[in-house]
């Protein structure tokens, strides 16, 4: 137990002080996470611990990116009933119950991620030290795979810290720095990296008392508080996340609210609880989705590029959030536009975005200093990236990229940020046509995390492979797309889109199409949506799309744009706009809408999205269900369109397509990929 095993998960050094350093190692993985071998070996090795009696416990990662970063996910899939489910999570409580049990001090020694069963261990130790910088993240965001804590998170971090701090991570999953969790009290120190080690030995060396949690910490889970406090939760949980589409975070608040004051009973309560939650659709269709986002991450491992300077050109909206997202996440960035005029706005927002992400003055005038204005483009020769995010306008586009190419480095990665002008209309001015990729954002930048990488037969694999890699360097999810009209998003948002405003065209009250879309489980209701990307921008787009795909463009979208009503930049589109809100009318008195009005929107997206994997717009049908989730915001609790047909039959939709077609028209006509769709459905439900 004294040296490494060199193929062990864990291993344990007992130093001269007498204090057993346990280190977590997991084989095969960049990542610490807790599968089920890994917490038997744990069990295990506290076992041997209580019999070596140490002077103290201090649990390390060797992992540089965190200490633990969960449970295994992957495990979560493998749970066929509620009985399965309760036995693993009943024994994932009985080894944190034996480490809370240990018969001298223990400490978590904490850097990077801590995050679900790994912040549940630390809160099983006496005590917990984490390293005091933005990288360490500490949290319990089960809610996001469909769960809350089973290892018993719930039953130990609420009497720690009182219920409002306690419940307020725990259901919106949310993470905090070092710093902020020693403020609230479930940290006990946050100190510099060359510290670490000295901070965890003085607790064992000179234990003091745990911490407790204040008066008004302890009132909030009083048998007479909990009531009141839980419908509070409820009401604000009510306001992001429906009981019907995700049962976790109520589930979580009805443990507490009934169990809160006996430890034993919540245990027993938390188990039975998430043993439930995580074999139902919600959770199982989250953890898809989790594993969708892990898949596209892993993309960015096919490369070895190092971007350490990004150039963008153009800083209007989109280039200048480009930019600062950029420099937030550590990349030297020059910005260039034709006059130090136009990018001062840029720079001025990307301040505000520093200040909001990153709190602490200097971190944020470090990041100002990673984002220097260059209206001379003198940044092109080193930049290792370089991003065209000028206007939508192919001419334009070519001009530049005939005086950036012979400035550019050889090895350096030229991409355009266009939402629509395929590639081939670029790139014939290059002396190097192959070298063009396109890494096409979203808006708001700092909030959507897809980013599609544009590619077609002319791009050279290796420029696409350093496109991945920038994008992941930058912590945003790249998915790979053909460099076909509107790529995957916009092709399949735009069709969801104006049935929107072909449905308030009939009449329809603006507030009830996106009262059904919500209801569908979207994020954001399409009139809205629309309102808020610009209703210019939507019918440019639907212009192009409608060129080459023979979308109708309706009527009542040209009317407003003409009307200069564009959305809430302009303070009205579909809707009027008061301070930056929508004033939502309700429909008339005992107003009852045609039952159609979901499966009108639905349908067309899914019809579209049939039509992507018959033409391969993607390279996998996974990636299309990834793209459409973080790039839609599809119905995450539904795990993607695909799956969603796999749910409800290929056969029962395209039933309802054709009925649609039948009164409605050809614009319903049913993609020839619905016979794919349902031969690739039938095969994932017996496994093929």
Known sequence: MDTQNDKRDLYTVIDDDNIAWLHFDKQDSSTNVLSASVLEAFYEELLEL?????????????????????????????????????????????????????????????HGFCLGGGLEMALACRYRVARD???????????????????????????????????????????????????????????????????????????PFPHRPSKLQALSNHPWVRPLLARVFRHQVSKKAREDHYPAPYALI?????????????????AASVADLIVGPTAQNLIRVFLLQETLKALGQKSDFKPAHVHVIGAGIMGGDIAAWCALRGMRVTLADQSPERIAPAVKRAHRLFKRRLKRPRPI?????????????????????????????AEAKRSLYQ?????????????TNTSSIPLAELRDVLSKPARLVGIHFFNPVAKMQLVEIVRDDTTDPEVVNRAI???????????????????????????????????????????????????FGMPMGPVE???TVGLDICLHVAENLGKHLDTPVPQRLRDLVRQGRLGRKSGEGFYQYKKGKAVKPA?????????????????????????????????EPDHLDGGMVYGTGFAPFRGGPLRYIETVGADTLLQRLGKLEQTLGPRFTPDPGWELVSGFTDEEKTGG
Request: net charge negative; proline share 7%.
């Open 365 to 393: 005038q470090e990041a100002m200093d990673r984002l220097m204005p260059d209206h001379k483009g003198i940044g092109v020769e080193h930049a290792d990236v370089v991003i065209e995010a000028i206007f939508e306008d």
């Open 469 to 519: 890699r920038f994008t992941r360097k930058i912590d945003r999810l790249p998915l790979p797309v053909t460099s076909t009209p509107g790529f995957l998003v916009n092709r399949v948002l735009m069709p969801y889109l104006l049935e929107a405003v072909e449905l308030e065209n009939e009449g329809i009250p603006a507030a009830e199409i996106d009262r059904q879309a919500l209801a």
């Open 529 to 531: 949506l629309a309102d």
């Open 254 to 270: 009805d443990v507490w609210q009934e169990h809160a004051g006996d430890e034993r009973a919540m245990l027993h309560a938390e």
């Open 50 to 110: 209580v019999e070596r009696a140490p002077r103290g416990l201090v649990i390390v990662s060797d992992k540089p990116n965190g200490f633990i970063a969960g449970a295994d996910v992957r495990e979560f899939t493998r749970l066929e009933n509620h009985d399965q489910a309760l036995s693993a999570i009943q024994r994932g409580q009985a080894v944190f119950d034996r480490l809370a049990a240990l018969p001298f001090p223990s400490v978590a020694l904490i």
């Open 133 to 207: 910088d933005p990288g360490t993240r500490l949290g319990l965001p089960e809610v996001r795979l469909g769960i809350h804590p089973g290892f018993g998170g719930s039953v130990r971090l609420t009497p720690l810290v009182g219920a409002l701090h306690a419940m307020d991570l725990m259901l919106s999953g949310r993470t905090v720095d070092g710093r902020a969790a020693r403020r609230m009290g479930f940290v006990d120190h946050a100190v510099p990296e060359r510290h670490l080690h000295a901070a965890a030995r003085a607790m064992i060396m000179d234990p």
């Open 587 to 619: 429909p008339p008195k005992g107003y009852q809408p045609p039952d159609s009005v979901s499966d009108r929107m639905i349908l067309r997206m899914l019809n579209e999205v049939v039509a992507c994997l018959r033409e391969h717009v993607v390279e």
């Open 403 to 415: 005086q950036l190419e012979p400035r550019m480095r050889e090895d350096a990665v030229l991409a």
